[in-house]
């Protein structure tokens, strides 16, 4: 059954310390996308790659790393740089195609509190 | 700017009603918009893609029509359900290339019984 599967679900940091959050999809999806739920607010990009060993900056990338060294995984790493991390991340796959599909899956979010 | 525009914020309603959700979006180029279900902690999960060729397009007891010229778009769900509840998001990607995506806040969904 394919999907993209987000680990864990919750989790603490502690003030300075940085923190990974795992994302894993066997859809065979090329671009994966990380983003950030806030309440009252769209989801924004923190980053995004397209293809293998390449990634670019969304619009709130400060405080955050990412890697791709493979196509199933794309890790975030929040840093002691992040002063507001406290969030739900999602992350997301798209495949490529056209009409329905053609389409963005996303993972069921972790959600990150500072504490 | 691109931006996406989505009301009300919040609805509640009586199981087995019928309600219509509002997306404006000022995103251009366009070519397509979509909406998403999200239930409360968890991602979101695709309803329906409209391209700006379609007008109506229907999934189960859900309904998405789409105005390219005034740039609107609905999502109407017929005889609700409890497990309807949940926040709506209206997405556009930037369109033919640019396929960043603009997302509107959501409407939050309640079903009462």
């Known amino acids: 059954d394919g999907g993209i599967t987000q680990s864990p679900k919750y989790l603490f940091r502690k003030e300075g310390q940085n923190v990974t959050l795992s994302c894993e999809q066997n859809?065979?999806?090329?671009?994966m996308y990380w983003y950030r739920q806030d309440p009252g607010q769209g989801l924004r990009l923190i980053y995004y790659?397209?293809?293998?060993?390449?990634?670019q900056k969304g619009d709130i990338a400060e405080g955050y790393s990412v890697s791709r060294e493979k196509k199933e995984s794309f890790p975030l790493t929040v840093t002691s740089a992040q002063k507001n991390p406290t969030a739900f991340y999602l992350c997301?796959?798209?495949?490529?195609?056209?009409?329905?599909?053609?389409?963005?899956?996303f993972g069921s979010g972790t959600r990150l509190t500072v504490v | 700017k691109n931006q996406v525009e989505q009301s009300p914020q919040s609805l509640i309603i009586l199981e087995g009603k019928n309600c219509t959700l509002q997306?404006?979006?000022?995103?251009?180029?366009?070519?397509?918009l979509r909406w998403y279900k999200q239930d409360t902690g968890r991602g979101p999960v695709s309803l329906t893609i409209m391209t700006f060729s379609e007008n109506t397009k229907s999934n189960g007891r859900y309904t998405a029509t789409l105005d390219a010229d005034t740039k609107q778009s609905s999502l109407h769900i017929t005889a609700s359900q409890l497990s309807d509840s949940a926040s709506y998001i209206c997405v556009v990607p930037g369109g033919f290339g640019n396929e960043k995506l603009t997302f509107g806040t959501g409407t939050r969904l309640t079903i009462i019984p």
């Open positions: 997301a796959s798209k495949r490529e195609g056209t009409g329905e599909s053609y389409g963005y899956t």
């Open positions: 790659s397209q293809i293998v060993n390449d990634f």
């Open positions: 859809l065979n999806h090329d671009a």
């Open positions: 997306c404006n979006y000022t995103v251009s180029p366009f070519s397509n």
